[in-house]
T-cell receptor, first 114, second 116 residues
Framework: DSGVTQTPKHLITATGQRVTLRCSPRSGDLSVYWYQQSLDQGLQFLIHYYNGEERAKGNILERFSAQQFPDLHSELNLSSLELGDSALYFC?????????????FGSGTRLTVV | AQTVTQSQPEMSVQEAETVTLSCTYDTSESNYYLFWYKQPPSRQMILVIRQEAYKQQNATENRFSVNFQKAAKSFSLKISDSQLGDTAMYFCAFMKERGGADGLTFGKGTHLIIQP
């Protein structure tokens, strides 16, 4: 157990639908990062939140959004889903200002869009 | 923008052998971090080793070591005395300085298979 918790582990939904992925960071970590892993694009950084505020955006589609709540858990919202959104979505966390020591990743949410 | 290239999609070696995975990167940054992550069949991303660009000494973690050549922008991973449990996807990753705020840039990965 890495200490980063992601739910659900698996999600199957239809095109056009909206889903929410949840992440609880490791205790004490203020930063949460979201990554997408797909066969086509590999591992891509989506977005970073630090203590409730957005810090950096990567290759995140406009149909996707995220937020971090006061208890530091984060949610990634994916809407108007397309077949190409099928992927493994990872959450990772790091302590304040210590991203250079590497992140701790959760076990991922496998999203299948049918 | 940074790019990370792993030129070996798949490698296979016998147990107990030494194997080296290649990684090159392109950046205009002078200070940054480099990482190797392991992804076994369980899908979990596990940090194997990290290197700070301003440190000339190559990082080592038990059987894992790196050969960091900053001028050549090369960052290879050497696994000594390979074990069956080393079978996994290995990803090389780059992070700009700034506390990691901008996330990691990953290579496409190398699938390493350790044969008994």
């Amino acid at each position: 157990d890495s200490g980063v918790t992601q739910t659900p582990k698996h999600l199957i939904t239809a095109t056009g639908q909206r889903v929410t992925l949840r992440c609880s960071p490791r205790s004490g970590d203020l930063s949460v990062y979201w990554y997408q892993q797909s066969l086509d694009q590999g591992l891509q950084f989506l977005i970073h939140y630090y203590n409730g505020e957005e810090r950096a955006k990567g290759n995140i589609l406009e149909r996707f959004s995220a937020q971090q709540f006061p208890d530091l858990h984060s949610e990634l919202n994916l809407s108007s889903l397309e077949l190409g959104d099928s992927a493994l979505y990872f959450c990772a966390s790091s302590p304040i200002g210590r991203g250079g020591y590497g992140y701790t990743f959760g076990s991922g949410t496998r999203l299948t869009v049918v | 923008a940074q790019t990370v290239t792993q030129s070996q999609p798949e490698m296979s070696v016998q147990e107990a052998e030494t194997v080296t995975l290649s990684c090159t990167y392109d950046t205009s940054e002078s200070n940054y971090y480099l990482f190797w992550y392991k992804q076994p069949p369980s899908r979990q991303m596990i940090l194997v080793i990290r290197q700070e660009a301003y440190k000339q000494q190559n990082a080592t973690e038990n059987r894992f070591s790196v050969n960091f050549q900053k001028a050549a922008k090369s960052f290879s991973l050497k696994i000594s005395d390979s074990q069956l449990g080393d079978t996994a996807m290995y990803f090389c990753a780059f992070m700009k300085e700034r506390g990691g705020a901008d996330g990691l840039t990953f290579g496409k990965g190398t699938h390493l298979i350790i044969q008994p």
